[in-house]
Structure formats: C-alpha cells, structure tokens
C-alpha cells in the first residue's frame, strides 16, 4: 500500500514537473538581427525549433528543444543543431526571448571565430 502510494505521488510529480515545462518558453515565432546584420528567423512548438534561416538561407528544419541544468546548477531551455555546413545554437533568456551563435563550417567542419555570429531573438506571434 505505501509503495503504491509512493508511487503516485512520484508519478503526480513528474506529470506536474512536464505540464510546467511544456510552458516554460514561447511557443511561436522568434525574429531577430545577429551581429552581421543579417535576418534571424524561427518557429517553436513545445519540443521543436523549426526552419531556421538567415538572411533568407535555410540553416536547419528541425532541433529538438532540450531542458538542460548547466554545471552552475541553472537550468536552461536551448537547441542546437550542427550539419556539415552549418552550427546553431539557441537558449532562452526569457520566455519570450533567445540568444545564440550561428557558425558556417570551413571544410575541416571546424567553426573559425571571424565567421561566428551571435544573435538575440524575441518571440512575434502569439504573445
């Protein structure tokens, strides 16, 4: 009976734990400027970072978006996605607001630093 018991209480936590991170962050579309200058557009659903472009170039379709606790114990709501041509990467400051970096690869896959960028996005629709 207590182990039963136990386990649900375990179990209703974590149901509660999943309901208020699948609102932890904006669901909608993100714009932005990185530091070239250049457009930073994408969408979110509750678990995905979708069609990612800038500047009109299409970097990724999909990311999944991940609940990550960082080393100084703060936990933080990111993506990253990383191709032959293309490293991205996102995290939330706010609920409606994303930072991160955008690196085109040179040939060894490797990110030089004059080609990093780094961009603030902040949520558009569905505020």
Not at 61 to 90: C, L, M, P
Request: glycine share 12%; net charge neutral; proline share 2%.
């Amino acid at each position: 009976m207590r182990r039963g018991l136990a386990a649900l209480i375990v179990i209703g936590g974590l149901a509660l734990a999943g309901a208020s991170a699948a609102v932890a962050f904006h669901v909608g579309t993100y714009g932005g400027s990185a530091s070239d200058g250049g457009r930073v557009i994408f969408t979110t659903d509750t678990r995905t970072a979708h069609n990612f472009s800038w500047e009109g170039r299409h970097l990724f379709d999909n990311a999944q978006i991940e609940h990550h606790i960082g080393d100084d114990g703060n936990a933080v709501w990111r993506f990253h996605s990383h191709s032959t041509r293309w490293q991205v990467h996102g995290h939330w400051h706010t609920r409606d607001s994303v930072a991160g970096s955008i690196c085109p690869l040179d040939s060894s896959g490797q990110c030089a630093t004059e080609h990093l960028h780094h961009y603030p996005a902040d949520a558009k629709t569905g505020k």
